[in-house]
């Protein structure tokens, strides 16, 4: 059975950082596309950051770049978002989401965001 359980999230100032986790299982992790997607209130989904699996490429949205971080350790089956200089707008609910292989996705329960001051 497949599971992505996130954590991390939680309430932070304006300028402040925050490490998003999401730990996988039951799936071959490494040879899975791993994403972190955000959805605020009232706004459609978007994708934040992917990272591909064997070399790791990475991607990310323009309104993340340069302050935020998306990383995988293989050996813990866990990725990772480190999120820095944190605004207002990065308010969401932020969800990963696995595409172990083509065909399938599956998706976590998500966490909770909220930068304010």
């Known amino acids: 059975q497949v599971q992505l359980v996130e954590s991390g999230g939680g309430l932070v100032q304006p300028g402040g950082s925050l490490r998003l986790s999401c730990a996988a299982s039951g799936f071959t992790f490494r040879n899975a596309v791993m994403s972190w997607y955000r959805q605020a209130p009232e706004k459609e989904r978007e994708l934040v950051a992917g990272i591909s699996s064997g070399p790791g490429i990475k991607s990310y949205a323009d309104s993340v770049k340069g302050r935020f971080t998306i990383s995988r350790y293989n050996a813990k089956n866990t990725v990772y978002l480190q999120m820095n200089s944190l605004k207002p707008e990065d308010t969401a609910v932020y969800s990963c989401?696995?595409?172990?292989?083509?065909?399938?996705?599956?998706w976590g329960q998500g966490t909770q965001v909220t930068v304010s001051s």
């Open positions: 989401k696995a595409i172990p292989s083509r065909g399938s996705e599956y």
